[in-house]
């Protein structure tokens, strides 16, 4: 008796249970959120070599200044070996911004000003940004991808 009692309640607690979960809810666990950062790849443009990956210039030297406050802005750095490659990744924004610039510069080397706009997003499950109107200054040219968050910089 004791086991038909057991094996009932545990039936009824699963089939409770299943039945309050809202099928159509998306399980945010399962999602894999982009960090709305915009990466930057630098490049010599006679080259087409890697300018930090390379040694050409030293991430220690590298500065990002939000030109409207005059404060630095955040950033980090990462180097893959398996690609040869060196990224610059701008922290994400919190909120919307129009005409941003940031001046990029490395001492003894280049500078350039990055502006754009952005535009902060609360999703279900993510946040982001996205970023319209990117351009740079005193490059050589630059390939954007579709998402307009990662950068390719010839200097």
């Known amino acids: 008796m004791k086991k038909i009692l057991g094996v009932t309640l545990v039936f009824c607690i ?8 809202d099928e159509n809810a998306l399980n945010c666990s399962l999602v894999d959120c982009a960090s709305g950062e915009m990466v ?25 200044t939000d030109v409207s406050t005059n404060e630095a802005y955040p950033f980090f750095t990462s180097t893959s070996q398996e690609t040869e490659s060196s990224f610059v990744a701008l922290n994400p924004f919190f909120e919307s911004r129009e005409d941003v610039v940031l001046k990029i510069a490395v001492v003894n080397g280049f500078e350039t000003d990055l502006s754009f706009d952005v535009t902060y997003f609360e999703g279900e499950c993510c946040n982001g940004n996205t970023y319209a109107e990117v351009q ?20």
């Open 14 to 21: 699963l089939a409770c249970s299943s039945d309050s979960i």
């Open 40 to 64: 930057l790849q630098f490049f010599d443009a006679e080259t087409a070599e890697d300018v930090f990956y390379s040694g050409e210039y030293d991430f220690n030297n590298l500065t990002i």
């Open 136 to 155: 740079f200054s005193e490059v050589d040219s630059v390939v954007a991808s579709q998402a307009n968050s990662f950068f390719k910089i010839y200097l």
